[in-house]
Nanobody, 114 residues
Framework: QVQLVESGGGLVQAGGSLSPSCAAS????????MGWYRQAPGKQRELVAT???????NYADSVKGRFTISKDNAKNMVYLQMNSLKPEDTAVYYC????????WGQGTQVTVSS
């Protein structure tokens, strides 16, 4: 059984930074893709960024140049450095793992005040 545990969300003013992280536990081996999605109130869950075992990254256009995703394969951890945050970045951020199947974390709230 795989579990994803996020940490590092919170409240920040516009222009500030946050750096949530996610730890995947369980017997994970081989190639995988980890990343982050987010869901704002009344909206569908959307991609933020993903990274594979080779370090290839994919970002939503809305976060390019502001967010950076990184991954520690040995520790099964994924990180998201979020800079220049905007009020429209406010959402619950979910950790994502695609390995055998898709796994989701419980979510961490990110609130950006104007």
């Amino acid at each position: 059984q795989v579990q994803l545990v996020e940490s590092g969300g919170g409240l920040v003013q516009a222009g500030g930074s946050l750096s949530p992280s996610c730890a995947a536990s369980g017997s994970i081996f081989g190639r995988d893709v980890m990343g982050w999605y987010r869901q704002a109130p009344g909206k569908q869950r959307e991609l933020v960024a993903t990274i594979d075992s080779d370090g290839n990254t994919n970002y939503a256009d809305s976060v390019k140049g502001r967010f950076t995703i990184s991954k520690d394969n040995a520790k099964n951890m994924v990180y998201l450095q979020m800079n220049s945050l905007k009020p429209e970045d406010t959402a619950v951020y979910y950790c994502y793992l695609n390995w055998v199947r898709v796994w989701w974390g419980q979510g961490t709230q990110v609130t950006v005040s104007s």
